[in-house]
């Protein structure tokens, strides 16, 4: 398997596997099992065949409950391949988007915990969906791969030891000056928000307090894990 965490899929252009990565309990994440991105409805006939052969056989396609999808996956001919969407989101919650969109912070992570406190069981769906998810490796994504894909791979790397200092350098993979401007406007930075966010968030009690199962966590870490 590739020890590149950044991948080249023809079409899209913000994707990575998140493998190699040192966890708390001594191993490391598996290379193949997850793989974060952008959207796949980007993608070329050759980035797909890219997708296939890195071993993903699921997608799970992280949404807003009621904000319009103009972008469906059309898988290729007779693929094999799974397409799951998630809503981890509520664009029709006045208040979120008072405070988050119109304001432009929608784009940044300071968002990240005032929506893990709305959306628990929304959030928990997306980590079940992993969970769950038939044999092969499991691509999550959202239309930049930036923030609904960046809240639930941090969610998934803190749930199976990895540092805060490590999920933080990969969220920063994502580079968007724009957040940056906008960050730097309010006095803080993308590195701040992370790891304050990381901090404030006991990520396995908070999943099975919005209903995440331990058989699903166990699954999450025996897929994502390797053997010690």
Known sequence: MTVNRVLTWDGCNNVRDLGGMKASNGSKTCW???VRGDHPSKLKESGWASLYEHGIRTI?????????EDHPIVLPANSDLDVIPV????FTDVDFVKQWVD????????????ALHRWSE?????????????PGGVLIHC???YDRTGIISLLLLSLVGVSSEDILADYELSVDPEREKLL????????????KTLESL?????????GLAKTDINAIRARFLEPN
């Open 32 to 34: 193949g099992a997850v």
């Open 143 to 145: 239309w930049r791969g």
């Open 103 to 114: 304001t432009n912070l929608w784009c940044t992570p300071l968002y990240y915990l005032d």
């Open 60 to 68: 799970i396609s992280l949404r807003t409950h009621g904000l319009k």
């Open 184 to 195: 730097a406007e309010r006095g803080t930075t993308t590195h701040d928000v992370i790891l």
């Open 202 to 210: 006991d990520t396995e009690n908070y999943l099975l307090s919005g």
């Open 87 to 90: 809503e981890i989101e509520v």
């Open 122 to 134: 929304r959030h928990v769906a997306a980590i079940r969906a992993i969970a769950q998810a038939k």
